[in-house]
């Protein structure tokens, strides 16, 4: 074998590297997906609520006069940064009837859209929080985590 392909699968490890890092980050889209500028009001019925990582989603059904019903897919943020805006496991239920603030997706999906707000059957609207700073702020101040 020839002194140089000794030197062949570092370099082959080396190269490949950074793919291997990056995968993960191709499972976790970004808030970009979303047209940010354009507001869409949902009001219908819970179907389905996912607290998991690395988003929780839900899942809302609703019926314009003359459309068909449509389930709408709400993307949301991590369990841990809802949580910190005061959500929960169980802060909806399939069968609540709610508003829901969006962005709808920028390549014209009309069933998926971005989560800004929810409007609960009792009237408590809960935040989806997508601003850095925000989310930043909220993960400084956490209980038990010390403050700089």
Excluded: C
């Amino acid at each position: 074998m020839p002194d140089w392909t000794r030197h062949l699968r570092p370099l082959a490890l080396l190269s490949l590297s950074p793919l291997i890092i990056a995968s993960p980050a191709t499972a976790h889209h970004s808030p970009a997906l979303f047209d940010q500028g354009r507001d869409l009001t949902l009001q219908g019925v819970v179907t389905r609520f996912e607290w998991a990582n690395p988003h929780v989603y839900l899942y809302v059904e609703t019926k314009d006069n003359v459309g068909p019903r449509l389930v709408w897919i709400i993307d949301a943020q991590s369990p841990r940064v809802m949580s910190l805006f005061g959500w929960s496991p169980g802060s909806l239920a399939a069968g609540d009837r709610v508003t829901v603030a969006t962005n709808p997706a920028r390549n014209g999906d009309g069933t998926r859209a971005l989560g800004r707000s929810v409007v609960r059957p009792d009237g408590t609207v809960l935040k989806i929080p997508w601003a850095p700073d925000e989310v930043r702020e909220a993960r400084r101040t956490e209980p038990g985590r010390n403050a700089r």
